[in-house]
C-alpha cells in the first residue's frame, strides 16, 4: 500500500511537471505606474482554464471538455491603453492585442491563431473590467461575427463567452466559454506558502492547529513511518510523537512551481530533536516534496514527502 501511494504521488507530479511554458516580464516602477491607470488592469497577469473545463459547439452537438495546461499571460506593452496576452499550451497558440481610445471610450481588438484565424474588430470596457466585443474572423462563413463577453465573477476569474452571429444577427448556435482564474506567480503565493510553513515549525501550538493547513485527504510521508492518508491519522501520529519530545525546525522553500490551483514546492527542514527524557538534542535534515491545493482562496497542503538523503 505504501509503495502504491508513493507511485502514484510521484506520478502525479511527473505529470504536472512535464511541460513548462514559462513568459517572463518586468514589473518595474514605470510599468506599476502605468497599470494604475490601465482600463484592462484587472486582466494583467497569468492565467488558466478553471479545472480545464472547456463548452464548444462548432457544429453539430455541443462539447463539454478538457484542455489542460492552458497558459495566457496577460500585459500592457508600454501605454496605459494597451493589453497583449500571450496564449500558450494545446494547439492552436496565438495572440490578442487590445487599445483602449480614451476619447472614443472604444476597445480595438487584433489577434490571431494557428495559421489562419485572424480576428479584428471593436468594443467597449464597463467601470469594473467588464468587455464586451464584435469580432469576424477569417476562416469563418462570410457575413458572420462573434459576440465575445468577458465578464468578472472575482477579482481572480472571470468568464468568457463567443457566441457567432449570422448577417441578420441571429445566433448561428455557434460557441465556446469557459471561466480563467489567475494563476498566483507572486510574492502573495510565497508568503502564503511560508506562512503555512511557520505553522509546522511552531512546536508550542497545538496539534490541533498544524493540522488546520492540511486538507482533510492529505497525504502525509515520513521517513520511516507508516504513510498516513487523512487528517485524522496525521493528528494521532503528530500526538504521539509529542509524547517523546518536540522539534526545533525551519522548513525552507528552495524552488516551486504553479499549475492552477495546484502547487508543487521542493524544500527542506533543517533542526534539532529535543527528547523529553532529557538527553542531548539530535540534529537532522531533510528534503522534502510537498503539493499544496487551493480550495476556494485557502491554500493547504494536500500531499508531502519527507526524504532523509543529504541535502548536499
Given at each position: 500500500m505504501k509503495q502504491s501511494i508513493f507511485l502514484f504521488f510521484i506520478l502525479i507530479s511527473v505529470s504536472l511537471f512535464a511541460q513548462k511554458e514559462v513568459i517572463n516580464y518586468k514589473?518595474?516602477?514605470?510599468?506599476?505606474?502605468?497599470?494604475?491607470?490601465?482600463?484592462?488592469?484587472?486582466?494583467?497577469?497569468?492565467?488558466?482554464?478553471?479545472?480545464?473545463?472547456?463548452?464548444?459547439?462548432?457544429?453539430?452537438?455541443?462539447?463539454q471538455i478538457k484542455i489542460r495546461k492552458h497558459h495566457t499571460v496577460s500585459t500592457q506593452i508600454n501605454t496605459?491603453?494597451?493589453?497583449?496576452?500571450?496564449?500558450?499550451?494545446?494547439?492552436?497558440?496565438?495572440?490578442?492585442?487590445?487599445?483602449?481610445?480614451?476619447?472614443?471610450?472604444?476597445?480595438?481588438?487584433?489577434?490571431?491563431f494557428g495559421n489562419i484565424r485572424v480576428g479584428q474588430g471593436k468594443g467597449t470596457i464597463d467601470a469594473e473590467g467588464n468587455v464586451q466585443l464584435k469580432l469576424s474572423?477569417?476562416?469563418?462563413?462570410?457575413?458572420?461575427?462573434?459576440?465575445?463577453?468577458?465578464?468578472?465573477?472575482?477579482?481572480?476569474?472571470?468568464?468568457?463567452?463567443?457566441?457567432?452571429?449570422?448577417?441578420?444577427?441571429?445566433?448561428?448556435?455557434?460557441?465556446?466559454?469557459g471561466n480563467f482564474i489567475r494563476l498566483h506567480h507572486n510574492k502573495k503565493l510565497r508568503q502564503e506558502i511560508e506562512d503555512i510553513l511557520s505553522v509546522l515549525d511552531?512546536?508550542?501550538?497545538?496539534?490541533?492547529?498544524?493540522?488546520?493547513?492540511?486538507t482533510d485527504n492529505v497525504v502525509h510521508m515520513a521517513p520511516n513511518q507508516n504513510v498516513h492518508t487523512n487528517k485524522e491519522a496525521l493528528l494521532a501520529y503528530l500526538k504521539a510523537q509529542k509524547k517523546y519530545g518536540y522539534a526545533d525546525m525551519k522548513h525552507k522553500i528552495i524552488d516551486y512551481e504553479v499549475f492552477?490551483?495546484?502547487?508543487?514546492?521542493?524544500?527542506?527542514?533543517v533542526g534539532k530533536f529535543y527528547p523529553n527524557s532529557g538527553e542531548a538534542p539530535v540534529a537532522f535534515a531533510t528534503k522534502n516534496l510537498f503539493v499544496f491545493k487551493r480550495t476556494g482562496k485557502e491554500l493547504k497542503i494536500a500531499k508531502v514527502i519527507y526524504n532523509m538523503s543529504p541535502l548536499e
Open positions: 514589473l518595474n516602477e514605470k510599468f506599476s505606474m502605468l497599470a494604475s491607470k490601465n482600463p484592462f488592469a484587472k486582466f494583467i497577469g497569468e492565467w488558466t482554464l478553471k479545472n480545464d473545463d472547456w463548452s464548444q459547439n462548432w457544429g453539430g452537438e455541443t462539447q496605459s491603453n494597451s493589453l497583449l496576452s500571450i496564449i500558450d499550451g494545446p494547439e492552436p497558440n496565438g495572440h490578442i492585442f487590445w487599445s483602449y481610445n480614451p476619447n472614443t471610450k472604444e476597445v480595438s481588438h487584433l489577434s490571431s474572423f477569417e476562416g469563418e462563413a462570410n457575413g458572420t461575427y462573434r459576440i465575445y463577453k468577458y465578464t468578472w465573477i472575482t477579482d481572480d476569474e472571470y468568464h468568457m463567452k463567443s457566441v457567432q452571429y449570422d448577417s441578420d444577427d441571429k445566433p448561428t448556435g455557434l460557441f465556446y466559454e511552531n512546536y508550542k501550538i497545538s496539534k490541533e492547529e498544524q493540522v488546520k493547513v492540511y492552477g490551483d495546484v502547487i508543487i514546492m521542493q524544500g527542506k527542514v
